[in-house]
């Protein structure tokens, strides 16, 4: 019979001597943060490529979950989106040999956490999961600059979470659409 441990875990399990190992306090002993919030969408607002932020996290941050909830914005017949992470207000460059600059609010990966979704074709009350759509279930202990694909922590960065309209509506309505978004912090 055999055992086997979790990454932090391991750490546990192999700092049975002095010192322990140090485990990051996010995935072990850290605080829950929520932040949700709702936009009353107009049809304007899910044109393609419209983009709806909806949440802020630290870089640091380990997402739990996203959840989306809302009203029927189409009628069934062609609008998706996309979940994923923008930059905040503060300009940042990467620091990894690309040196890529992000300004405020510009996109980091539209796409991250959902692609082309079509929950908006019809009400959506009991929230749509997009924590994994896209990421591996392994990915859980990432932070949120990992699941966005930046090779380097912008310390002290809010990043955003959005909608970006993937499809256009064929038959845009308006109505109500919430976001929200559970995480760890140290």
Known sequence: MGTAYGVEMTKLAASQTVPRS???AASAGG???VFMD???AGTGDIDDDDIIMLAEVPSNAKVLSIKVYNDDLDGGSGLAWDVGVYNGNTPFTDT???ATTYAAEAVVDRDCYGTA?????AAVT???EYKFETLNINTIANYVWEDA???SEPYGIQLWIALTMETVA???AAGDITMVVEYIVN
């Open 96 to 98: 990894d040999g690309s």
């Open 117 to 121: 979704a079509t929950d908006g074709r």
């Open 38 to 40: 709702t936009v009353a």
């Open 22 to 24: 140090v485990r990051e």
């Open 149 to 151: 694909g930046l090779t």
């Open 170 to 172: 064929g038959s845009a």
């Open 31 to 33: 605080k829950l943060r």
């Open 126 to 128: 009991a929230g749509t």
